[in-house]
Structure formats: structure tokens, C-alpha cells
């Protein structure tokens, strides 16, 4: 039996929206088994630090290592594992201990993470996302007639999969590879070529059959969706998970509530790419996308928070513009108390990943997922988007991963 506590520390209590006063937190075997005096065992003393739950980021892809997305497809599966790996060590390091990954990530980067040969957070999959013929992950430009051939390719976030027979074929395979939910384009994208932000995608019969099949499984869909139309008639269908939601309304943000569904907005992506976009191509129209989608960010998170539709954390940062990553906190901040963005990143995230009771929390029989902190997130939040400066520990399964307490 391992034994390790972790004294002199302030802990997140967010049913009390308040730091504790310094106590200990005691893990066995790499869970939480009592906040207070040590139980014997190892003793680290975090000299005040805030200790709080590993962070959760429910919309990320790891192998998007380019924001160009054509790169990535056509990497050889074997690059594009290691260079996920490096994604996944990077996040890690960050503080994320958990990630919900949105279309890309198969069943071999879990197993690597759970036999030791990845140093990364825990990875909860869906394996490849849905896209019909023109949509959000079909890449081919207007003039490339050739059938898609490059849906398994581990760099690949989708595949492009059309007709309901086909949706449910695809769908079984996802889950039946390790997919612990099933991902869906159900709107026009900001980086696909063909798509407008205001298109509907695919059909009411071929989202009702991904809703089936997930159902049958007993998991859910999540749906990338922006416009107002496009998440009123996912949350009608029965789509719980919705990615993005930048333009909804407030009469679909309270549907969405009463439908116990969950959004997770990105609105750090918009911002990566509208400071960089044009440094890697994106042309006139894309920046069009972007700017609405960017603009219409703020307005959605009150919009959603007065629904009490919750809010999971995702950032949705591809390629080069991971660095942006730690922006997230300040944007959702400009509207949101550190409170509510904590609870919902641990609450909802947990939910989202189907692991209520193993992550986010600090009671007795969770995962021992912590990071300790310089400062009080609850009175800056901002501070947990700088993890070099201000994470100096992070710990997973009760184990230290990260130690940066000598660089203060």
C-alpha cells in the first residue's frame, strides 16, 4: 500500500466558492482517502500552495500537430502517434489531467497513456468524427472529385460517412474500437473549405440513427454546432453534447437546459486564429467565419449561464495555436465568476467523460488528478492558463508528474 500526503495546503472548496485553510490531503494507492492530519506514509509539504482538482479540457483533438489539417491526414500513422504523444506531454504539463478528445485519437494513444509510454493526461475518445460528403472534416477542395480515402489515417479528425446505413455502420465500428461517445459535424466549420457557418448537416433520419446507436451503447453524441438553428434541432433530436455554440439563442440555450444537455464553448480558438489565421493561409472567407463566430462567443456564455445550461472547459486549439491555450480562462472570465468556470469545467467535464466521483473532486475514492497552485484561482482565474509560472505540481493517480516548486 502506497500512502502519500500532501500537507501545508489549501484546498478548492467549490461548494463553499472558498480556499480552506491550510490542511492535508492523504492518498492511498493513487486515490483520495481523507482531507486533514497525515495518515502515516510519505509527507510532501506544499508550503501553502492552493491544491485543487486536475484540470479537465473537453474539446481537444491530439492529433491536429498542424493547423494545416491536410498535413496531419497524410502523416504516416507512426509520425502522427508520436507527434500526439508530444501533444498529450504538453497538456499534461499544463495541468490537464484529463482531455476529452473531439475526432482524431484511437484506442492505441488510451492503451499507451494507461501502460505508462505516454506521459499524458487520461484520454477519453470517440474515435473519428462524422462528416457527410462536403461537410466540416471534408477536406477536398471543390475541384477534387476523388472518393475519400484517408478516413482511418490516425491524423485524420473525421471520416466522411453518408446515409443512414452507413451512419450506424460507422457508428457500431467507432465503439466497437474503443469510442466512449460518438462526435458528429453538424454544422458548416470555420477551417473546412466547402461549409457555411449557417449549413445544416446531415439529415434528421441520420442523426437519429448516431442518437440510437450511441443510446444502445449507453453513451451519447456530441455535435459540433454553431448556429442557433443547427443546436435546436440537435437538442430535439436528442443530442446532449454540444461544441461550440456560438450563436445560440436564449430560447434554445434554455431548450438545451431542460434536455440536460451540456455545451462546451472554445473561444480561445477563434481568438489563436484571428491573430495568426492569414500567417497560415486562411483566406477572406474563412476570416468571415471566424469574426462571426468570434463576436458571437461573449453574448452565448451569459445566454447559456441565465438558461443554467452548464458549461464544460474545451479549448479546441489546433496545431500551431496550442500556445493560446491559456487564454480560455481570461475570455470565459469577462463573463463568468472563477466559480461558475470551475465548477462546470469539473463538474459537467466530469459528466462529459462519464467518470462522476473519479475526477473533479476532492472527496474520498476520487483519482488523485491534483495540481497545486501559486495564488487563489478564485480570485484570478487567469493565472491557471500560465502553468510555467504559476502550476508548480501536478499529479496524477497520486503520483508527482510535473515539479516546478524549484523554479521558484
Known amino acids: 500500500m502506497t500512502t502519500i500526503t500532501y500537507s501545508n495546503a489549501r484546498l478548492l472548496d467549490l461548494d463553499a466558492g472558498a480556499l480552506t485553510a491550510r490542511t492535508s490531503l492523504t492518498l492511498v494507492n493513487g486515490r483520495i482517502a481523507a ?30 500537430w498542424q493547423l494545416d489539417l491536410w498535413s496531419n491526414v497524410i502523416a504516416p500513422d507512426s509520425l502522427a502517434a508520436l507527434r500526439a504523444a508530444t501533444v498529450m506531454e504538453e497538456l499534461l504539463g499544463k495541468g490537464f489531467t484529463t482531455v476529452r478528445d473531439l475526432g482524431g485519437a484511437d484506442f492505441g494513444l488510451v492503451r499507451g497513456v494507461e501502460e505508462g509510454l505516454i ?54 465500428t467507432q465503439i466497437k474500437q474503443g469510442a466512449r461517445f460518438i462526435k458528429v459535424m453538424a454544422n458548416g466549420g470555420v477551417s473546412s473549405p466547402n461549409d ?45 453534447s454540444l461544441e461550440h455554440c456560438n450563436l445560440i439563442s436564449p430560447e434554445t440555450a434554455k431548450l438545451a437546459a431542460e434536455a440536460g444537455c451540456i455545451a462546451i464553448p472554445t473561444l480561445a480558438a477563434y481568438e489563436g486564429l484571428a491573430l495568426e489565421g492569414k500567417t497560415f493561409g486562411f483566406g477572406d472567407a474563412e476570416y468571415a467565419k471566424i469574426e462571426t463566430v468570434r463576436t458571437g462567443g461573449q453574448n452565448s456564455l451569459k445566454y447559456m449561464r441565465d438558461a ?40 459537467a467535464g466530469a459528466r462529459l467523460c462519464r467518470m462522476e466521483g473519479e475526477i473533479g473532486t476532492l472527496k474520498p475514492g476520487a483519482r488523485g488528478h491534483l495540481i497545486a497552485v501559486r495564488g487563489n484561482p478564485l480570485e484570478d ?6 502553468a510555467a509560472a504559476n502550476i ?13 516548486r524549484a523554479a521558484a
Not at 495518515?39 to 491530439?62: N, R
Not at 482565474?381 to 500560465?386: F, P, R
Not at 508548480?392 to 516546478?404: A, C, F, W
Open 196 to 240: 457555411p457557418i449557417d449549413g445544416l448537416q446531415y439529415s434528421d433520419d441520420e442523426l437519429r440513427a448516431m442518437v440510437e446507436e450511441a443510446g444502445n451503447a449507453n453513451t451519447y453524441v456530441s455535435a459540433h454546432v454553431y448556429s442557433d438553428a443547427s443546436i435546436r434541432r440537435c437538442v430535439k433530436l436528442g443530442i446532449t
Open 35 to 64: 482531507q486533514g492530519a497525515p495518515e502515516g506514509g510519505e509527507i510532501v509539504d506544499l508550503d501553502g500552495l492552493t491544491l485543487m482538482p486536475g484540470l479537465i479540457d473537453c474539446h481537444f483533438h491530439v492529433v491536429a
Open 119 to 172: 506521459d499524458g493526461p487520461d484520454l477519453i475518445i470517440c474515435g473519428k468524427a462524422l462528416s457527410m460528403t462536403g461537410g466540416h472534416t471534408d477536406l477536398r477542395p471543390r475541384t477534387d472529385i476523388r472518393p475519400d480515402a484517408m478516413g482511418e489515417r490516425l491524423g485524420n479528425m473525421g471520416a466522411i460517412v453518408d446515409g443512414v446505413d452507413e451512419v450506424r455502420r460507422f457508428c457500431r
Open 308 to 347: 443554467g445550461l452548464p458549461m464544460a472547459f474545451g479549448t479546441d486549439l489546433l496545431g500551431q495555436l496550442r500556445k493560446y491555450g491559456g487564454l480560455e480562462f481570461g475570455l470565459l472570465a469577462k463573463v463568468l465568476s472563477p466559480v461558475e468556470i470551475l465548477r462546470d469545467m469539473y463538474r
Open 381 to 386: 482565474i487567469s493565472i491557471l492558463g500560465d
Open 392 to 404: 508548480p505540481l501536478v499529479i496524477k493517480d497520486g503520483k508527482i508528474r510535473r515539479d516546478r
